[in-house]
Structures are given as structure tokens and as C-alpha cells.
């Protein structure tokens, strides 16, 4: 991470303009930006981006086909000590921020195994959208595997959030959902009591705690099965922990750390 004290970038960047932006709630929003040079990534990459001198990581929603790369951003305010999510929060489009010249990040499609669990809570959904855009929108991805089909693939979204207007891609998850059979979505809100969760008819409590039934009751050999965790820390320990004496491969990306 950035050293916030000195704020001078140091090593090659670029730049991008903000495009569009989008609020989901007062603490989420949605960018578009466009990169002044090309810029390539493999979904589930993330890119680093900079105002001000502090830079940050972001994960790609997009597909690396579509024109801008998009990003879903939740605001840390300046008293819960964040630095750059605030000064995001007040960028007008057509704004100017430093970009890292390259994507980075492992925590990309596993395409050895022929099922996905992704598991995330809020902005933790981001990597698996880039994945399952792309993997609808280019027939030729991924590269063929040796004993695998391209229709022997299955996604398993679930997703994690306190409230229902949190989730950010439930309407797009659900259309694709609909749309394919090898793609599930599993959305759940964690504090279903509250008068904000009131229209939610769906599943109850921390994606954590329901991801082990969910996974049983779908059979897959673990062996031909990778669960990925994305988003807040203490979920992803808890979900490693709960695969990690199994067949399962398990793979994560934390946003931050528990202890920062
Ligand atoms: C590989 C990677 C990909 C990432 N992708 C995304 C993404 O797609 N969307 C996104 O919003 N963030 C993402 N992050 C987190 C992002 O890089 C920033 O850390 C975050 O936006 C906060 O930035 P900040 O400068 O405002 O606060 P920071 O100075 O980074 O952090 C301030 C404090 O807030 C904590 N914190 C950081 N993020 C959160 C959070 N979401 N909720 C609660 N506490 C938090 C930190 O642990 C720290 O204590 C990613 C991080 C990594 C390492």
C-alpha cells in the first residue's frame, strides 16, 4: 500500500479520467474511467489508482473487452481513517487520477477445475463479474483445458452484504442467472430485522456461515471444485477455515487487513 505521508508517486504511471460515476448508497459508488494509454488485464486483476499522490488497489468489474474499466468503490470516511476513498467520493466526471500502467493480482479464474464458488461481500462481487462477463461475452476464453469442456464450467455467485441495496450487481447477477443454468446467484443480507432489509424476501445471514450447505447441496466432486473468497477479512478466514481440511482448492483476495 502507498506510504500516505509522502505524497509523491514514485515509479512509471499513467493517467485516466473519471467518465461516469454512479451512487449506489452514500458509502458505494460505481466509476468509469478511461485509461490515456491501453491498459490490459485478465479478469479478476485488479488496477491501482491515484489522487492527490495516495494510491490505492481496485478490482475490475469489467470485461478486459469493454472500453472503460469499471469499479465499484466503497467510501471510508476520513474518521474511520480512510485517505483516498474520500477524496473519490467528491471527483467530479471528467476529473484526472494516476493509474499504474499495469493490472496485477492471482486471484483470477481457476480454470484447471471445472466448478467456481465465488464467494464475496459487497465490492468483494467485483472479480467474478469481470470473470463471468468475459467468459459470456468471448467464446474462446478460457485457453482449453485438458479434460474439460467449455460447458462442463459452473459459476456459484454468493454474495454477502448487510442490506439489500448493497449488493450492486443483483440485478445483472440475477439476468444472467436467468439466462444460463450454468451460473447461480446467491445473495444474502446479514441483518434481515432492520426496517432497510424490510422488502428482502430472500436468504438470512453472513454468506459465511451459509456457504458449507450451500456447497454440499450442490454435490460437486471437491476435487474438480475451487472456492474463492473476496472482500472483508474475517469472512475470508472463516470460509478458508471451514474448507481447509478437504478436497476443495480454496483461493482468496483480501481489501484490507483486520488489524489495519
Ligand atoms: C487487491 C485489492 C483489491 C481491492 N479492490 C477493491 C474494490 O474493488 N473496491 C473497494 O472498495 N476496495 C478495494 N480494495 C481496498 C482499497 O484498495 C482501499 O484500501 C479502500 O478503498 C480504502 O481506501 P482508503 O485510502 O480510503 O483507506 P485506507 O487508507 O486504505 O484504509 C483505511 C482503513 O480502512 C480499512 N478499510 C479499507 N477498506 C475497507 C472497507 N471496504 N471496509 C472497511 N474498512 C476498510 C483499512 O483496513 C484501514 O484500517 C482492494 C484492495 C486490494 C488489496
Not at 32 to 60: H, N
Not at 228 to 251: K, L, S
Amino acid at each position: 500500500m502507498a506510504d500516505d505521508t509522502s505524497r509523491t508517486i514514485r515509479g512509471r504511471f499513467t493517467t485516466c479520467e473519471l467518465v461516469r460515476r454512479e451512487e449506489l448508497t452514500e458509502d458505494l459508488i460505481k466509476f468509469w474511467i478511461k485509461p490515456a494509454q491501453p491498459f490490459s488485464f485478465k479478469p479478476g486483476q485488479y488496477c491501482t489508482i491515484g489522487v492527490d499522490g495516495i494510491e490505492r488497489p481496485y478490482s475490475i468489474v469489467s470485461s478486459p473487452d469493454e472500453k472503460e474499466i469499471e469499479l465499484f468503490i466503497e467510501v471510508v470516511p476520513v474518521a474511520e481513517g480512510g485517505h483516498l476513498t474520500p477524496l473519490l467520493d467528491h471527483l467530479e466526471v471528467g476529473a484526472e487520477m494516476t493509474l499504474r500502467p499495469r493490472a496485477k493480482g492471482i486471484f483470477v479464474l481457476q480454470a484447471q477445475f471445472k466448478h467456481h464458488i465465488f464467494v464475496g461481500t459487497v465490492t468483494g462481487v467485483v472479480p467474478y463479474l469481470s470473470i463471468l462477463r468475459k467468459f459470456l461475452n468471448d467464446p474462446e476464453w478460457p485457453e482449453p483445458q485438458e479434460g474439460i469442456e467449455r460447458n462442463d464450467y459452473t459459476f456459484d455467485v454468493l454474495e454477502g452484504a448487510s442490506y439489500l441495496d448493497e449488493f450492486g450487481y443483483d440485478d445483472e447477477l440475477t439476468q444472467i442467472a436467468s439466462k444460463h443454468d450454468f451460473v447461480k446467484f446467491y445473495p444474502s443480507v446479514s441483518r434481515p430485522a432492520e426496517a432497510r432489509n424490510d422488502p428482502w424476501t430472500g436468504a438470512e445471514g453472513r454468506i459465511n456461515t451459509l456457504v458449507e450447505d450451500y456447497v454440499s447441496q450442490l454435490g460437486f466432486d471437491p476435487k474438480e471444485t475451487c472456492i474463492y473468497a473476496c472482500g472483508h477479512p474475517q469472512m475470508i478466514e472463516d470460509v478458508g477455515r471451514r474448507f481447509a481440511n478437504t478436497d476443495y482448492t480454496f483461493i482468496e483476495e483480501r481489501f484490507w487487513k483486520e488489524d489495519e
